[in-house]
């Protein structure tokens, strides 16, 4: 899921769905600050090229049906 992908202020936020007031107001803090934005956005590229690449992928899932 989503936990396993997003690091909190690193490759993106976590917040609460049931607080739709925290959300806003971290898409408002985005939105007024793009270089944030852009280094969460190439943090969680990074983050996702690196571990999820179909050899990445491969050496994972071979491991797990051999152990």
Do not use: C, H, W
Not at 9 to 29: F, L, M, N, S
Not at 40 to 64: A, D, H, Q, T
């Amino acid at each position: 899921g989503s936990d396993e992908l997003i690091e909190d202020g690193k490759t993106g936020y976590k917040e609460d769905k049931d607080k739709p007031e925290q959300i806003a107001e971290r898409i408002v803090e985005l939105i007024n600050n793009p270089n944030i934005y852009n280094q969460l956005s190439l943090n969680g590229f990074k983050y996702s090229s690196e571990n999820f690449k179909r050899s990445v992928m491969r050496k994972k899932i071979s491991y797990i049906y051999k152990n």
